[in-house]
T-cell receptor, first 111, second 113 residues
Framework: TQLLEQSPQFLSIQEGENLTVYCNSS?????LQWYRQEPGEGPVLLVT?????EVKKLKRLTFQFGDARKDSSLHITAAQPGDTGLYLC???????????FGEGTQLTVNP | GAGVSQTPSNKVTEKGKYVELRCDPI?????LYWYRQSLGQGPEFLIY????????DSGLPNDRFFAVRPEGSVSTLKIQRTERGDSAVYLC???????????FGPGTRLTVL
């Protein structure tokens, strides 16, 4: 059973376009992380959100945690080829527990 | 500072052989996690250590898989009688425990022929 559903699974856009990736669940998480992974490397932590309704910004990336702490979104403004990669959301039920990952969104930004 | 390191980066073995994968966590991180990632999928949890003890091993697929962390730092994931279905990237992560923020190593790509 996949507890975290990510959409879309694949996304190919042109440089300069905006995009949003969604991460949805029927379960409540105490925290939710977004990671970015490149081929041959481990996931790199981008952000952690812990409060319902929380919004965090990291340069051109905006992350939001749903009010009920069941879903999250990642919005990228003016995408660049360097944003290309696999974006993963992951949720933790309690502090220190395992992370449950979504299947990822493979983003390709074409120059 | 130094991140999580994993060795070897690649391991090719034959079906039925035994393998050991090593993880060196970030210094001072008390929690250590092992995940497995198949192509095109997100990582799947295997086992979690808090200090020297396994706090949650419910993700280990069967009794061929075993992991240790004898001194509360370095961990070794051991796979006996490897099968072709064990082929995957094995990821290790460490954490202080706060907010589930886990920091990953580069992974070990295991190929079972």
């Amino acid at each position: 059973t996949q507890l975290l559903e990510q959409s879309p699974q694949f996304l190919s856009i042109q440089e300069g376009e905006n995009l949003t990736v969604y991460c949805n669940s029927s379960s409540v998480f105490s925290s939710l992380q977004w990671y970015r992974q490149e081929p041959g490397e481990g996931p790199v932590l981008l952000v952690t959100v812990v409060t319902g309704g929380e919004v965090k910004k990291l340069k051109r990336l905006t992350f939001q945690f749903g009010d009920a702490r069941k879903d999250s979104s990642l919005h990228i403004t003016a995408a660049q080829p360097g944003d290309t990669g696999l974006y993963l959301c992951a949720g933790g039920k309690t502090s220190g527990s395992r992370l449950t990952f979504g299947e990822g969104t493979q983003l390709t930004v074409n120059p | 500072g130094a991140g999580v390191s994993q060795t070897p980066s690649n391991k090719v073995t034959e079906k039925g052989k035994y393998v050991e994968l090593r993880c060196d966590p970030i210094s001072g991180h008390t929690a250590l996690y092992w995940y497995r990632q198949s192509l095109g999928q997100g990582p799947e949890f295997l086992i979690y250590f808090q200090g020297t003890g396994a706090a949650d091993d419910s993700g280990l697929p069967n009794d061929r898989f075993f992991a240790v962390r004898p001194e509360g730092s370095v961990s070794t994931l051991k796979i006996q009688r490897t099968e072709r279905g064990d082929s995957a990237v094995y990821l290790c992560a460490s954490s202080t425990g706060a907010y589930n923020e886990q920091f990953f190593g580069p992974g070990t790509r295991l190929t079972v022929l």
